[in-house]
């Protein structure tokens, strides 16, 4: 009952801005900090000629398609996120994107005077 009710928590749970839509096998890492959120997909046999990334309004999708495999994932994102500055790189059968916030959503200090 334990982990449905981690699984219920985590559902509901708004305090993430991207959420994983779909699940395969092709494990993957979401985190968040100040500058906005990185996302770490294991993409085994694949290279940046066969990967194509694309993002809407609400949905960032990676595909992924060689002679021998193909994958979709698709993340619902928030529209704090800054799309035009979206990073990828793929290194040693790891994606990294990096999806900054847009400058009016990051969080800023107050100087006391």
Sequence with gaps: ?????DLLNNFFDDSFAIRKMNKINYTDDVTHDDDGATIKLKVPGFNKKSIDISVDSETLTIEGKTD???FVKRF???NKFDFDSIDAIVVDGLLTLSIPYKAEVKPR???VN
Excluded: A, E, N, P
């Design 1 to 5: 009952m334990l982990l449905t009710q």
């Design 68 to 70: 021998d495999d193909s």
């Design 76 to 78: 619902s994102i928030d």
């Design 109 to 111: 200090k107050i100087k």
